[in-house]
């Protein structure tokens, strides 16, 4: 048989083989195994009678990776947590990276709202704060601890509490995306409104860098969180509206089940954060600039690791180097 003859009737069923394999699109590891000794059949026959072909070097390495996914499988079982956080979810973030980048657009664009409404308005930051909150904090503010609110408590209640809160703000944002992702937009609106105007109110009374070296130690993770959430929220509103080659109800199922993985993978930071915020922040007024500067920055560089360059390494590392268009040209 010739080469382009052999190519032409395996063609269809090499690809099919591929996308299984690189998009792990297989029911179990039986079909896949049986799959890939009718592969390891025709790369043998490949070595026969076409030595120097470039399609002995695409079977080897769809072997290869065949291979490994079969020999893993049991043990992806039984570390399915792990792999949901270390390659399920960055996978998922990959391919929804547009959502993420929008969440945060809008992040900015209504904590910047929050701001010139508070630079503009004297009464904005009581009409979004509450007199009781504004008149506490220029209490403390007098009193040379502007984040003292953070100390009131004990630890473990302040733990247990602000992460309950945070829980709760989060999965609110999401399951709201069900209104078309108007929802979803009106947690953030509210929030980021009182971000902003919080940080001008402090900014106005000449102790930003005190606020932002106390609330921002656990800041940064809760903060990020909450606009990953919000992404999610809005990938379940999408489904609803752009179902695509997909029926309404099967689009909606697909969004809901992307935006609750995205959501649980939001949890260990937010755990995290209310960790800060009980343990740590309410130490912020005497430890030295470098401490509390250093836990903002390392807080906010693994998180955005996680969630803005990862998932691009893991979708690199799972590309195929060789593919069967390749060798046809």
Same mark, same amino acid.
């Given at each position: 048989?010739?080469?382009? /003859?052999?190519?032409?009737?395996? +063609?269809?069923?090499?690809?099919?083989?591929?996308?299984?394999?690189?998009?792990?699109?297989?029911?179990?590891?039986?079909?896949?195994?049986?799959?890939?000794?009718?592969?390891?059949?025709?790369?043998?026959?490949?070595?026969?009678?076409?030595?120097?072909?470039?399609?002995?070097?695409?079977?080897?390495?769809?072997?290869?990776?065949?291979?490994?996914?079969?020999? *893993?499988?049991?043990?992806?079982?039984?570390?399915?947590?792990?792999?949901?956080?270390?390659?399920?979810?960055?996978?998922?973030?990959?391919?929804?990276?547009?959502?993420?980048?929008?969440?945060?657009?809008?992040?900015?664009?209504?904590?910047?709202?929050?701001?010139?409404?508070?630079?503009?308005?004297?009464?904005?930051?009581?009409?979004?704060?509450?007199?009781?909150?504004?008149?506490?904090?220029?209490?403390?503010?007098?009193?040379?601890?502007?984040?003292?609110?953070?100390?009131?408590?004990?630890?473990?209640?302040?733990?247990?509490?602000?992460?309950?809160?945070?829980?709760?703000?989060?999965?609110?944002?999401?399951?709201?995306?069900?209104?078309?992702?108007?929802?979803?937009?009106?947690?953030?609106? *509210?929030?980021?409104?009182?971000?902003?105007?919080?940080?001008?109110?402090?900014?106005?009374?000449?102790?930003?860098?005190?606020?932002?070296?106390?609330?921002?130690?656990?800041?940064?993770?809760?903060?990020?969180?909450?606009?990953?959430?919000?992404?999610?929220?809005?990938?379940?509103?999408?489904?609803?509206?752009?179902?695509?080659?997909?029926?309404?109800?099967?689009?909606?199922?697909?969004?809901?089940?992307?935006?609750?993985?995205?959501?649980?993978?939001?949890?260990?930071?937010?755990?995290?954060?209310?960790?800060?915020?009980?343990?740590?922040?309410?130490? /912020?007024?005497?430890?030295?600039?470098?401490?509390?500067?250093?836990?903002?920055?390392?807080?906010?560089?693994?998180?955005?690791?996680?969630?803005?360059?990862?998932?691009? +390494?893991?979708?690199?590392?799972?590309?195929?180097?060789?593919?069967?268009?390749?060798?046809?040209?």
């Amino acid at each position: 048989m010739r080469e382009v /003859s052999f190519i032409k009737q395996n +063609k269809e069923k090499w690809l099919s083989f591929e996308r299984a394999v690189f998009n792990n699109d297989f029911e179990n590891p039986d079909e896949l195994a049986s799959q890939y000794i009718h592969l390891i059949n025709d790369l043998a026959y490949a070595q026969t009678y076409y030595p120097k072909s470039k399609v002995i070097i695409y079977l080897n390495q769809l072997a290869a990776k065949a291979f490994q996914k079969i020999y *893993k499988t049991k043990r992806e079982d039984t570390n399915r947590i792990i792999g949901f956080w270390k390659t399920e979810v960055p996978l998922i973030c990959y391919q929804y990276r547009k959502f993420i980048y929008i969440a945060f657009i809008i992040f900015f664009a209504f904590t910047f709202i929050g701001v010139i409404s508070a630079a503009n308005d004297g009464e904005f930051v009581r009409s979004v704060l509450g007199d009781n909150y504004v008149n506490m904090s220029i209490e403390n503010i007098e009193a040379g601890d502007p984040v003292a609110v953070y100390k009131s408590g004990s630890n473990w209640g302040s733990f247990i509490g602000i992460t309950i809160n945070n829980l709760r703000v989060g999965i609110i944002a999401f399951v709201l995306g069900v209104f078309l992702g108007i929802g979803t937009l009106y947690i953030m609106f *509210k929030n980021c409104i009182m971000l902003g105007s919080f940080q001008y109110f402090f900014y106005e009374k000449g102790v930003l860098w005190e606020s932002v070296r106390g609330i921002w130690i656990h800041g940064a993770m809760e903060i990020f969180a909450i606009v990953i959430e919000a992404a999610a929220g809005l990938i379940l509103g999408a489904s609803i509206l752009f179902p695509a080659t997909h029926s309404r109800y099967t689009s909606f199922k697909q969004g809901a089940k992307t935006g609750i993985k995205i959501l649980i993978s939001t949890f260990p930071f937010t755990f995290s954060a209310g960790f800060l915020e009980g343990f740590i922040t309410r130490y /912020s007024n005497i430890m030295p600039n470098w401490l509390s500067t250093g836990i903002i920055l390392i807080t906010l560089s693994i998180i955005s690791y996680y969630y803005l360059i990862y998932p691009f +390494k893991i979708q690199k590392e799972i590309t195929q180097p060789q593919t069967i268009s390749s060798i046809l040209n």
